[in-house]
């Protein structure tokens, strides 16, 4: 069964770290172009970052100097890890996979809050 | 970066009725690389069309797509209770991804 689960989300203080994975089941991460994406509270959906099978990373604007996409083939995972954490960075964290530029399966989603 | 704008923000319509959604770029979005999802309350979004009028699998086919350059729409030809949900779209271009705004259908 093809399945995408996130984890890593939580509380962290302004300024903070955090590293979100996304376990893959049903298919390998290394031979799919893989995706984040995330949603503030109300909030319509905000596209992240992207990372494409030949290796090359994108990201959005809004996170582009403090986000990092990255991904573990021998864990069949995709990472991110989020620095200098804002306020506005709360949101839940979806990660998922880009199929011909469409996002074909999507994960649950994990919880990111920042806040003192 | 293409902007997406999507309009209304929100459609009041009744079980029955037809939904057309409306998606504006900012600039012509190339190889009709334009998709559409459907989010319901605390669920994660799921694909609904794929290269402008593509049905995913699954997908009923009240729910169609069309448009090209700037301009797209979603219709949804009779709404059933479980049409009511908040649309996106997203584009493809240069290497990147977007979304726009959204339009939530509501029970009027």
């Known amino acids: 069964e093809v399945q995408l689960v996130e984890s890593g989300g939580g509380l962290v203080q302004p300024g903070g770290s955090l590293r979100l994975s996304c376990e893959v089941a049903?298919?390998?991460?290394?031979?799919?172009?893989m995706t984040w994406v995330r949603q503030a509270p109300g909030k319509g959906l905000e596209w992240l970052s992207v990372f494409y099978i030949a290796g090359d990373t994108y990201y959005a604007d809004s996170v582009r100097d403090r986000f990092s996409i990255s991904r573990d083939n021998s864990k069949n995972t995709l990472h991110l890890q989020m620095n200098s954490l804002r306020a506005e960075d709360t949101a839940v964290y979806y990660c998922?996979?880009?199929?011909?530029?469409?996002?074909?399966?999507w994960g649950r989603g994990t919880t990111v809050t920042v806040s003192s | 970066e293409i902007v997406l704008t999507q309009s209304p923000g929100t459609l009041s319509l009744s079980p029955g009725d037809r939904a057309t959604l409306s998606c504006r770029a900012s600039q012509t979005v190339t190889g009709s690389y334009l998709a559409w999802y459907q989010q319901t309350p605390g669920q994660a979004p799921r694909l609904l069309i794929y290269s402008t009028s593509s049905r995913a699998n699954g997908i009923s086919d009240r729910f169609s797509g069309s448009g090209s350059g700037r301009d797209f729409t979603l219709t949804i030809s009779r709404l059933e209770p479980e049409d009511f949900a908040v649309y996106y779209c997203q584009q493809y271009g240069r290497s990147l991804l977007t979304f726009g705004g959204g339009t939530k259908v509501e029970i009027k």
């Open positions: 998922a996979r880009l199929h011909y530029y469409y996002m074909d399966v």
């Open positions: 049903g298919f390998t991460v290394s031979k799919n172009d």
